[in-house]
Structure formats: structure tokens, C-alpha cells
T-cell receptor
Framework: GNSVTQMEGPVTLSEEAFLTINCTYTATGYPSLFWYVQYPGEGLQLLLKATKADDKGSNKGFEATYRKETTSFHLEKGSVQVSDSAVYFCALSDTGTASKLTFGTGTRLQVTL | GAVVSQHPSRVICKSGTSVKIECRSL??????MFWYRQFPKQSLMLMATSNEGSKATYEQGVEKDKFLINHASLTLSTLTVTSAHPEDSSFYICSASLGNSGGNTIYFGEGSWLTVV
């Protein structure tokens, strides 16, 4: 079956530090890959996505590249801000519509001044 | 943008009682909603797919008689945990599907923390 593995948190960084949250997946076929973010007290929001190999999703300074050879979709940001503090979820969908998602455990990011 | 609201955000109930969690799409109609559950340090796991006007489709290993899902209208799905026990304590989150010409977009609620004592 499908599965997503992401690094355990919490991750604590100083403002302007470089961020990497690792995500690897196991799936049959060619899934679509997603990063969701959950800010305190809010629902999960789609941060970025990639639907095929070598695609790069990007949004709000975050990037992730769909690497089929390493089955990875690592999230990166060059300079984090305090406002980026949240829980980040890596997910995949093999239905093509993102309706049924397989999630990772989530990684909590805490950015300090 | 589209908004999905869950209520309550936190609930504590006694063992053996039932508790209902609501999921509402506030500004769009959702023919399909999804319920997920997350135990500590584990992944969000899909429990069931809720279709308006029909029975929910449960994932393998989820007890449909324990987790009752009702999707009576295009803006409301409810999850009722019946005869709750401490092992049902978890984070429950719903999502709703909004279809458009570009495909389906999924919107999530804020989640509900259930503690059974």
C-alpha cells in the first residue's frame, strides 16, 4: 500500500535559517505529491504540490521537487520567518484528484527570533 | 476562499458515552467529505469517505457501527463516536471536496481533539 514517511519533529530554527523537512514515499504507479501546512487553530491548507516526476512545487518561498528516483519530496525554504511556525504534512494521492490522501505524521516547525 | 469548519474543536467525554463532531462547508456545497484520524506520533489516517445522500465508505479496519457518519446535506457531515472508550481519544479532522473545471480542491477543517476519560 501507499505510505509517506517524514522526519520527526519538532524542528526548531532561528529566523532566517534554512529549512529542510524530509519526506519519502512508497506508492504504486505515479502519485501526486503534496505539502500541507496547519497553522495553530486552523485547518490544513495546501502549501504546494507536484503531479509528475521532476516537477517543482513552490509557494510562499517554499519549494519541493518530485524525485522519482529517490521517491522523495523534501520541503525547503531558504529563510524561515516566525510566521512559518506550524505543522507541515507531506501527502500523496494516487487517485489523481487529491481526494483520498495518504499523509505522513506531520512535522512541527518552531521558528524563534 | 472556501472554508470548512469543524465543531467542537475540543471535547472531553466519559467512557461509554457518544460524541458528535460536525463538519460544515461554509461557502460551498460539498458532495464528498472525508474523515481522518490521527493518533499521537502517527499519520493522519483516512477513516471514511462521506457522500451526500448515501452511505459512507469506510476504510479497512474502521468500525462503521462505532464511527457513524451522516452526510445529510451538501454542507454538513457528522461523525458520531458511539460508546467511546479511552482508546478512541484522538485528533479527528474532516475535509471537503470542491470540484471545478481545474479538478477537485480539498479544504480541511480545523480538526477536533477528542479525549475520552
Amino acid at each position: 500500500g501507499n505510505s509517506v514517511t517524514q522526519m520527526e519533529g519538532p524542528v526548531t530554527l532561528s529566523e532566517e535559517a534554512f529549512l529542510t523537512i524530509n519526506c519519502t514515499y512508497t506508492a504504486t504507479g505515479y502519485p501526486s505529491l503534496f505539502w500541507y501546512v496547519q497553522y495553530p487553530g486552523e485547518g490544513l491548507q495546501l502549501l504546494l504540490k507536484a503531479t509528475k516526476a521532476d516537477d517543482k512545487g513552490s509557494n510562499k518561498g517554499f519549494e519541493a521537487t518530485y524525485r522519482k528516483e529517490t521517491t522523495s519530496f523534501h520541503l525547503e525554504k531558504g529563510s524561515v520567518q516566525v510566521s512559518d511556525s506550524a505543522v507541515y504534512f507531506c501527502a500523496l494521492s494516487d487517485t489523481g484528484t487529491a481526494s483520498k490522501l495518504t499523509f505522513g505524521t506531520g512535522t512541527r516547525l518552531q521558528v524563534t527570533l | 476562499g472556501a472554508v470548512v469548519s469543524q465543531h467542537p474543536s475540543r471535547v472531553i467525554c466519559k467512557s461509554g458515552t457518544s460524541v458528535k463532531i460536525e463538519c460544515r462547508s461554509l461557502d460551498f456545497q460539498a458532495t464528498t467529505m472525508f474523515w481522518y484520524r490521527q493518533f499521537p506520533k502517527q499519520s493522519l489516517m483516512l477513516m471514511a469517505t462521506s457522500n451526500e445522500g448515501s452511505k459512507a465508505t469506510y476504510e479497512q479496519g474502521v468500525e462503521k457501527d462505532k464511527f457513524l457518519i451522516n452526510h445529510a446535506s451538501l454542507t454538513l457531515s457528522t461523525l458520531t463516536v458511539t460508546s467511546a472508550h479511552p482508546e478512541d481519544s484522538s485528533f479527528y479532522i474532516c475535509s471537503a471536496s470542491l470540484g471545478n473545471s481545474g479538478g477537485n480542491t480539498i479544504y480541511f477543517g480545523e480538526g477536533s481533539w477528542l479525549t475520552v476519560v
